[in-house]
């Protein structure tokens, strides 16, 4: 069983920034793929960033250019670094991790955090 655990959230007023961080833990073999997404009150979860293995990132047009999101494989760590935040990116933001993990044998997982909640406020 692999578990997911997000930090770093908080408030902060608009043009500021937050780092948010990503744990996997668990008998992990490999991580294909980590995510953020977010859902904020009365929306759809969205996509916000994705990075690949190989480090290819995807990033939603609303936080190209504010957002980076970057990984330490040897940690099963992703990060999420947030500049110049606006009130619109205020919401709960989760992140999502898939790969293969067992002890003697492999098996596909994608595990989700709890989430942490981002506040963009003046």
């Known amino acids: 069983q692999v578990q997911v655990v997000e930090s770093g959230g908080g408030s902060v007023q608009p043009g500021g920034s937050l780092r948010l961080s990503c744990a996997a833990s668990?008998?992990?073999?490999?991580?294909?793929?980590m995510g953020w997404y977010r859902h904020a009150p009365g929306k759809q979860r969205e996509l916000v960033a994705t990075?690949?293995?190989?480090?290819?990132?995807n990033y939603a047009d609303s936080v190209k250019g504010r957002f980076t999101i970057s990984e330490d494989n040897a940690e099963n760590t992703a990060y999420l670094q947030m500049s110049s935040l606006k009130p619109e990116d205020t919401a709960v933001y989760y992140c999502?991790?898939?790969?293969?993990?067992?002890?003697?044998?492999?098996?596909?997982?994608?595990?989700w955090g709890q989430g942490t909640q981002v506040t963009v406020s003046s």
């Open positions: 999502n991790v898939e790969g293969t993990s067992g002890s003697g044998f492999s098996r596909k997982f994608n595990s």
């Open positions: 668990g008998t992990i073999n490999v991580i294909y793929a």
């Open positions: 990075i690949l293995s190989g480090g290819h990132t």
